[in-house]
């Protein structure tokens, strides 16, 4: 594990944006397996000023995003096809036949789980993963639970998470309570992860994530088994990390 502690917000997403642009300079084919939420806004604001500046090109990369709200048609303001559309996919030239996003309002979510799975499969899986996490340690919509999925799945959401998606609704009401999500296994299979978190309110879940036991509890310890995992900080998210309790062969860095 890589752990890399930067300034602040700006330079963390700078960083992750420079992470992208370098995946896809030396495989311009990749597939990117990407995130909705707050945090990777800024890196995705990067990621259109650097192909803007003809320093990246996304013509041949295909993009798998890890979920989707069920029961919101893709042009809905709050699904997250239209959050990648309107902070991403509109201002860069990926190809639309390359965008990859779980359809929550697909008649059947059980037969779009297995068809999303088997388009990643085709694609012969992901290159580099981009992650959030939730204050309870989710990754994805991998709730905190006794078991986790092992492949793409409808999840239910816990109170926790329709209560820090709300913000983005008019009410607490209009979450919906389930998604589709990639599975723990779907996730842990990508090449390469790299695992954005700001701000003080993820300080817990990192301070697990890098140095707890590893418990369904918390999804997000299982990306310790991951053989290329960086995980990108800014100082607040990291202010509960003891590097004592870090495993001998976790790399940590704080840049100034
Ligand atoms: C979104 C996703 C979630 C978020 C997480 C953090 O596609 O999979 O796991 O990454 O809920 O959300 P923010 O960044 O809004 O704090």
Redesign the pocket.
């Known amino acids: 594990m890589r752990i890399i502690v930067e300034k602040d917000y700006q330079t963390m997403s700078k960083k992750a944006a420079l992470m992208v642009a370098s995946q896809i300079t030396l495989k311009p084919d990749s597939n990117l397996g990407?995130?909705?939420?707050?945090?990777?806004l800024g890196m995705y604001d990067k990621l259109i000023e650097m192909y803007r500046d003809d320093e990246i090109d996304f013509n041949e990369v295909q993009s798998f995003?890890?979920?989707e709200y069920c029961g919101l048609k893709a042009d809905h303001p709050n699904s997250?096809h239209h959050y990648m559309y309107q902070n991403l996919f509109n201002e860069i030239n990926i190809q639309k036949e390359n965008i990859h996003i779980p359809d929550g309002a697909a008649e059947d979510s059980q037969q779009e789980c297995r068809d999303y799975e088997k388009s990643i499969k085709r694609a012969r899986g992901i290159d580099l993963q981009i992650?959030?996490?939730?204050?309870n340690g989710?990754?994805?919509?991998n709730e905190p639970a006794e078991n986790l999925n092992v492949a793409t799945e409808v999840v239910d959401l816990t109170e926790e998470?329709i209560e820090?998606?709300s913000r983005y609704f008019d009410s607490k009401d209009e979450v919906p309570k389930k998604a589709i999500?990639m599975g723990m296994a779907t996730i842990l299979k990508a090449d390469r992860i790299v695992l954005?978190a700001s701000g003080k309110n993820?300080a817990e879940a990192i301070k697990k994530t890098v140095s707890g036991k590893i418990s369904t509890q918390v999804p997000a310890t299982l990306l310790q088994t991951h053989p290329e995992i960086t995980i990108l900080l800014d100082q607040e998210a990291a202010s509960l990390i003891n590097k004592e309790d870090l495993s001998a062969d976790c790399h940590f860095e704080i840049c100034e």
Do not use: V
Not at 34 to 40: F, K, R, V
């Open positions: 990407l995130a909705t939420g707050g945090t990777p995003n890890l979920d997250y992650l959030g996490i939730g204050s989710h990754i994805g919509f998470t820090a998606n999500s954005l993820k």
